[in-house]
């Protein structure tokens, strides 16, 4: 048994074979090969893409998905060990993995952290819980990373620039902070940093300043997976640096860790950097380069109008992807993929 928590875990070839199988499924896109499984989706958190594309994933191969939504139309869960079960929650998450590892044949979860400390957030502790505890293979639909974004990412890559030339991609792939009224989760963030490197992509990870670093974790698997593949890993704050050349660029807000849990300090600190919006003039200095997100997006925030609605832009095209690549990793896990 194997889980998705995160593509850390798992090999470059084995990402690939399902980005590969996605490909195919995305040509021919109803089968019956999950047949008389069923999938459980436990959402702690809203959701567009990810709750339709799993569902509507699962009922196109012939699979059964039922959507829980703790606290809500389902009992709140406990997920933390030896704790005195005084407050809101009904139900430990021992048992709820242990019930439905007999219902199902798959388990997915989306948590984001709690903003309140990182040092306890990083450890990605909910999904991990419902890791140990479960007898079937657990998805991570995001927590402190969002590995399904990662790989229909890396489709929408392959699909606009080539499949790899070999360890090294050989384009420059761009990861920008935006600013938004919010400090957002770093999931998408740390998740396209961990997939372009891994795939030996010359990663660039352009930041107003150095407070909007990514957690040493990710920060160090992107070096790491960089020198595997002999491609190159670089921070900057300088826009033109960043944006001149780049083959494929990627947008995404996230709030500075060093004030996690502290979101007026931390509006202040991002108050001056609204001018690294996308827009036409920092793509105007790419190679051409294609521009996504993961959405949803806030458009003349993130990034214009202009961007959003240029023929460069494949955002939609991602979120399509989530579809296809969602499909081939539930064959995957649940083994049939042949």
């Known amino acids: 048994m194997k889980h998705f928590l995160s593509t850390i875990d798992w090999s470059r070839e084995s990402l690939q074979e399902i980005i590969d199988q996605a490909a195919q499924l995305r040509t021919s896109p109803l089968n019956d090969r999950l047949r008389g499984k069923s999938i459980a ?19 196109q191969l012939g699979a059964h998905a039922v959507v829980l939504e703790p606290g809500k139309a389902a ?10 079960m005084d407050g809101d929650a009904e139900e430990h998450i021992t048992e709820v993995a242990g019930v439905l590892s007999r219902y199902c044949d798959a388990i997915a979860l989306r948590a984001f952290p709690l903003f309140k400390d990182w040092s306890v957030d990083r ?9 140990k505890h479960a007898s079937v293979p657990v998805i991570n639909m995001e927590t402190i990373v969002h590995p399904c974004q990662e790989l229909a990412l890396m489709r929408t890559i392959q699909d606009n620039l080539g499949p790899p030339a070999g360890a090294r991609y050989g384009k420059k ?19 396209a940093l961990l997939i372009a490197t891994k795939f030996g992509l010359d990663t660039t990870l352009l930041i107003p300043e150095e407070a909007y670093l990514l957690d040493q974790q990710f920060m160090q698997a992107a070096e790491e ?5 002999g491609a190159s890993f670089e921070v900057t704050t300088d826009i033109t640096e960043a944006y001149s050349g780049a083959d494929f660029v990627y947008a995404k807000s996230w709030g ?4 996690y849990g502290q979101p007026e300090h931390e509006a202040a600190l991002r108050a001056p950097y609204k001018h690294f919006m996308v827009d036409e003039e920092k793509m105007a200095l790419t190679n051409q380069a ?16 202009g961007v959003m609605d240029a023929d460069y ?10 579809l296809h690549v969602q499909k081939a990793l539930m064959l995957s896990l649940l083994g049939s993929d042949q």
């Open 313 to 322: 832009c494949v955002a939609i095209d991602e979120a399509e992807n989530r």
């Open 225 to 229: 997976q960089a020198k595997a593949t």
């Open 256 to 259: 500075a860790l060093s004030h």
């Open 41 to 59: 989706l436990l959402f702690l958190n809203p959701s567009l893409r990810t709750r339709s594309s799993f569902e509507i994933g699962a009922f």
């Open 173 to 191: 792939f761009v990861l920008t902070w935006t600013w938004h009224p919010k400090p957002l989760n770093t999931a998408v963030a740390n998740s």
């Open 75 to 84: 009992w709140g869960i406990e997920f933390e060990t030896g704790v005195v």
């Open 123 to 131: 450890e990605d502790r909910v999904i991990r819980a419902l890791a």
């Open 290 to 305: 294609k521009f996504s997100h993961c959405l949803p997006l806030r458009r003349n925030i993130k990034a214009t109008d």
